[in-house]
């Protein structure tokens, strides 16, 4: 038993996004790119799930079904968020992690004016997280972006989304600043490697050369991330501009050296490439040999590196699920789900029922790994584990949750001894909602039960787990507990 590690201020919290728990998807909002992701069918690969061609967005535009989209109907966060809110205010959260909708404040993205219901809605929301004792922590985009930048103007490719980014972005800041001192630019921004139509509204065959546009859409919003970390700092001084990173951290299959530059490529691809833009202010050594390799020739303006440099992000925030392991020689491996992207197999390690790999001192590696790096204080915004929950009798019993987050804090400590500045965790996620990668509503993540099946019946009555109560009592004693 370690005491007193946590600083006293530490953010212990839990997180959600509007488009997997809101719902209310055509109330005075227009369509987004995640309302057009229908539920997992197992027997279509990642690859196919993922790939959003021209003729499968236009099928998607055209289907009538609605239930079809479980991300439009959510659990109704919409009406039930005064519940919610209390719910994990009783639970002790200091912060409380959610999403803007981009489509509430501007329904198409290109508005001259926002869209003044949709701020209703979340002057209601951010006030009662702030009545309830708690900071909003509040990511500006999370994987919805209006469909109207996708079909107009071609997604974040074009150099255009970043003016809309930003009206958007000054609009919420504007209103909320008062109430919101950490925010987020983009929920997982190395999406634009991993998550393409979702993160950045890009069409696999719209152009001839997709590898291109990928990763000049991640330029766009790396300049979106700074100009948006510029503006909320005319607004307040202290305001906690992060930058969000998917960490994928993988390790050396062997140590036979070609397995070990396979993971040190990996690691620079997956995760590095995206945060030093954002942290160091420019793009790592590196990055040219990829460029030129891959033929990607970005347009660079000048004043962007600058702007980069003279615009870092005031924190590091990312979600930390799994780790994997890399080879030079994938033959012997056996390949397994993860976070965005199927990772391999590590003997050593147990998995989650989706094939996530669960490895908490994976956890305190990267803690280490990136302050080692970065120097700049980090946010676990995202870490959990999805799995069915049996409810019986009004009750549910997730040992396992409550395992998976014990062993995971348990690393956490050690990092913070090891001397790791950390903010706080806000885990993934604070009551059930709908999986960002599937769409089912089975694969459940929350400290709160939400009576709703795949088939979206149910009563959307909410029920605290056993992890509820366990997880007050952590935050009561600090972590000390633990
Ligand atoms: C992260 C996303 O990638 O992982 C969340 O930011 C998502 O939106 C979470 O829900 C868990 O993934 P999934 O696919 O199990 O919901």
């Known amino acids: 038993m370690k005491n007193n590690i946590f600083p006293k201020d530490f953010l212990w919290g839990g997180a959600i996004a509007a488009c997997q728990s809101e719902g209310s998807w055509n109330i005075n909002k227009g369509l987004s790119v995640a309302d057009l992701a229908i539920k997992y069918d197992k027997t279509v690969s990642r690859y196919e799930r993922k790939l959003v061609t021209q003729k499968k967005l236009d099928n998607l535009l055209k ?12 659990i109704d966060f919409y009406n039930y968020f005064e519940q919610d ?40 929301v951010i006030n009662s997280i702030v009545q309830n004792g708690m900071q909003p922590l509040v990511t500006i985009n999370h994987f919805d972006m209006p469909v109207n930048l996708v079909t107009k103007y071609g997604g974040w490719k074009n150099r255009k989304l970043i003016d809309f980014y930003l009206k958007f972005a000054e609009v919420i800041f504007n209103r909320y600043h008062k109430q919101v001192k950490y925010w987020i630019s983009f929920n997982e921004i190395n999406g634009a490697r991993f998550n393409v139509f979702y993160s950045t509204g890009l069409v696999k065959d719209s152009s001839d050369n997709h590898l ?10 790396f300049i979106a991330t700074a100009l948006a970390r510029k503006k909320i700092h005319e607004y307040r001084n202290d305001a906690m501009m992060g930058c969000m990173v998917a960490k994928f951290t993988t390790y050396p299959a062997t140590c036979k050296p070609e397995d070990v530059i396979e993971a ?17 202010g420019k793009y ?55 976070n965005l992207k199927s990772t391999f197999k ?26 080692d790096r970065y120097q700049t204080p980090l946010f676990i915004v995202e870490n959990g584990i999805g799995a ?7 009750k549910i019993e997730d040992d396992y949750r409550i395992e998976y987050l014990k062993t995971h804090i348990e690393q956490i400590k050690e990092a913070i001894l090891d001397g790791v500045e950390l903010l706080g965790y806000t885990t993934w996620s604070s009551i059930d909602i709908i999986s960002s990668g599937t769409s089912e509503m089975r694969k459940r993540y929350g400290f709160i039960y939400v009576d709703l099946n795949d088939s979206g019946k149910g009563t959307l009555g909410r029920y605290p787990k056993k992890s509820y109560y366990w997880y007050k009592d952590l935050i009561l004693n600090n972590g000390d507990n633990n």
């Not at 289907?63 to 959510?74: L, V």
């Not at 291109?212 to 919003?221: E, F, I, M, P, T």
């Not at 040190?264 to 160091?280: G, K, S, V």
């Not at 069915?388 to 009004?394: A, I």
């Open 212 to 221: 291109q546009d990928c990763y000049q859409a991640a330029h766009h919003q």
């Open 284 to 338: 790592p050594s590196y990055a040219k040999r990829f460029w030129k390799e891959n033929n990607i020739n970005l347009n660079i303006l000048k004043g962007d590196l600058q702007l980069l440099e003279q615009n870092p992000c005031d924190y590091l925030a990312f979600s930390y699920y799994m780790s994997s392991i890399s080879a030079a020689n994938k033959e012997n491996l056996e390949e397994t789900e993860g």
């Open 388 to 394: 069915e929950d049996d409810f019986v009798n009004g």
């Open 63 to 74: 289907e009538t079904d609605t239930k079809k989209f479980p991300k439009r109907f959510g």
């Open 346 to 371: 590590n003997p050593h390690l147990k998995a989650s029922e989706w094939g996530w790999q669960i490895d908490p001192i994976g956890l305190r590696y990267t803690l280490n790994q990136l302050y």
């Open 264 to 280: 040190q490529e990996n690691e620079r691809l997956d995760n590095f490439y995206f945060i030093d833009p954002l942290i160091r």
């Open 85 to 124: 809110i209390k719910m994990c205010a009783d639970m002790g959260f200091k912060v409380f992690r959610l999403s803007i909708a981009w489509t509430r404040i501007f329904p198409n993205g290109d508005e001259m004016h926002p869209n003044e219901h949709g701020l209703n809605f979340y002057d209601k």
